[in-house]
Antibody, heavy 119, light 110 residues
């Protein structure tokens, strides 16, 4: 059974940093591209970043480029999102998802982890 | 404001059909065949229901179907059931390694 489990969400002050993790199991992690997607009540779902199976190619949405950094450790079947210079409007539930941006689809998602940015 | 426009709500009675629209531009929905639809229950992860405009992943009932005309994609749920009550989101590849989502539609089964 494919499972994606996010962790690392927390309450952080504006300007702070946080690293999210996504532990994958039930499939050959290093065969798949992965993405991070967030969800806010006001703005719905927003794709943030994607990384290829071997980390050779990385893409970011304009809203997070230069502040967020995606990475993966295939030996640990884990995806990461380093978030810096956090802003109040980064408050959201963050999901990791398996799939390819170029194909426009994610076939498995984690349950999400809540990031709250507030003073 | 989301990149793709969906109606905030839709509804139908059990057994009826309901269609949810997803309007974009020629740079996303109209320009590519990579439109997907996701079902999401409160507090749960999104579930892929339709991909590449019309295709259904294994396990998704054939009551769910997708289509596209110009810059507007649509999800149709036929033979509506109480268990279909959920939020539905569309997404589309938007070129330049970018993906955009719709704002979501809350489907209510009356």
């Amino acid at each position: 059974e494919v499972q994606l489990v996010e962790s690392g969400g927390d309450l952080v002050q504006p300007g702070g940093s946080l690293r999210l993790s996504c532990a994958a199991s039930g499939f050959t992690f290093n065969n798949y591209a992965m993405s991070w997607v967030r969800q806010t009540p006001g703005k719905g779902l927003e794709w943030l970043s994607a990384i290829s199976d071997n980390s050779a190619t990385i893409y970011y949405a304009d809203s997070v480029r230069g502040r967020f950094f995606i990475s993966r450790d295939n030996s640990k079947s884990t995806l990461y999102l380093q978030m810096n210079s956090l802003r109040v409007d980064d408050t959201a539930v963050y999901f990791c998802a398996r799939g390819y941006v170029s194909l426009g689809r994610f076939d498995y998602w984690g349950q999400g982890t809540l990031v709250t940015v507030s003073s | 404001q989301s990149a793709l426009t969906q109606p905030p709500s839709a509804s139908g009675s059990p057994g009826q059909s309901v269609t949810i629209s997803c309007t974009g531009t020629s740079s996303d929905v109209g320009g590519y065949k990579y439109v997907s639809w996701y079902q999401q229950f409160p507090g749960k992860a999104p579930k892929l229901m339709i991909y590449e405009v019309t295709k259904r992943p294994s396990g998704v009932p054939d009551r769910f179907s997708g289509s596209k005309s110009g810059n507007t994609a649509s999800l149709t749920v036929s033979g509506l059931q109480a268990e279909d009550e959920a939020d539905y989101y569309c997404s589309s590849y938007a070129g330049n390694n970018n993906l955009v989502f719709g704002g979501g539609t809350k489907l209510t089964v009356l």
